[in-house]
């Protein structure tokens, strides 16, 4: 079965600093979607993207994050100035299609730890 | 605003026995969808079963099979023969079916699910 691949698998660093997580959907996939989990949360929506925009974004979506497809195979998360809060597992996910019931393809994520 | 609620933080089963998982939810729509994901140690989230509100039947999918009560707005899932493979951190998750949410998922909390030999 086809796969969502994220890397790094565990990125660490320096709150203050800016941090680039990578996601490479299903090639075939047009929508692209970002969740986290804090540790001992649920898990959060923080953005979905659509032809090359933001379709939604929630309120933890806020000015200190970015999304982008640079490359028309890659999807990146971007977090510029990072937070002790920002630490959290980071999902990827895409899906073929945008209806309720389409099946989200999840990468295995990204474990974000700020100091 | 919709919420999802998984009541048991951890569950443990012995191997060849059957588990259910239990999950609630609350809403004011009346058409949505309801999801179980698996994530096992590796960290993917992998879809297990899903129903949509508007069907009665309950959906299965071989050893996966869910109790949907829309009016208790109750989504649970059993599992039958249960494996040592499907030990993981069980999520129950709810996704409008209008476009304003642009069907982002809304997520419980997790159960753990432990499976002894």
């Known amino acids: 079965e086809p796969e969502v691949t994220q890397t790094p698998s565990h990125q660490v660093t320096q709150m203050g600093q800016e941090v680039i997580l990578r996601c490479v959907p299903i090639s075939n996939h047009l929508y692209f979607y970002w969740y986290r989990q804090i540790l001992g949360q649920k898990v959060e929506f923080l953005v979905s993207?659509?032809?090359?925009?933001?379709?939604?974004k929630s309120e933890i979506f806020d000015d200190q994050f970015s999304v982008e497809r640079p490359d028309g195979s890659n999807f990146t998360l971007k977090i510029r100035s990072t937070k002790l809060e920002d630490s959290a597992m980071y999902f990827c996910a895409s899906s073929e299609i945008s209806i309720a019931d389409e099946k989200l393809f999840f990468g295995s994520g990204t474990q974000l730890s700020v100091l | 605003a919709q919420t999802v609620t998984q009541s048991q933080p951890e569950m443990s089963v012995q191997e060849a026995e059957t588990v259910t998982l239990s999950c609630t939810y609350d809403?004011?729509?009346?058409?949505?969808?309801l999801f179980w994901y698996k994530q096992p140690p590796s960290r993917q989230m992998i879809l297990v079963i899903r129903?949509?509100?508007?069907k009665q039947q309950n959906a299965t999918e071989n050893r996966f099979s869910v109790n949907f009560q829309k009016a208790a707005k109750s989504f649970s899932l059993k599992i039958s023969d249960s494996q040592l493979g499907d030990a993981a951190m069980y999520f129950c998750?709810?996704?409008?079916?209008?476009?304003?949410?642009?069907?982002?998922?809304?997520w419980g909390a997790g159960t753990k699910l432990i499976i002894k030999p």
């Open positions: 129903q949509e509100a508007y």
């Open positions: 993207f659509y032809n090359n925009e933001i379709s939604e």
């Open positions: 998750a709810y996704r409008s079916s209008t476009m304003d949410s642009n069907y982002q998922l809304i």
């Open positions: 809403t004011s729509e009346s058409d949505y969808y």
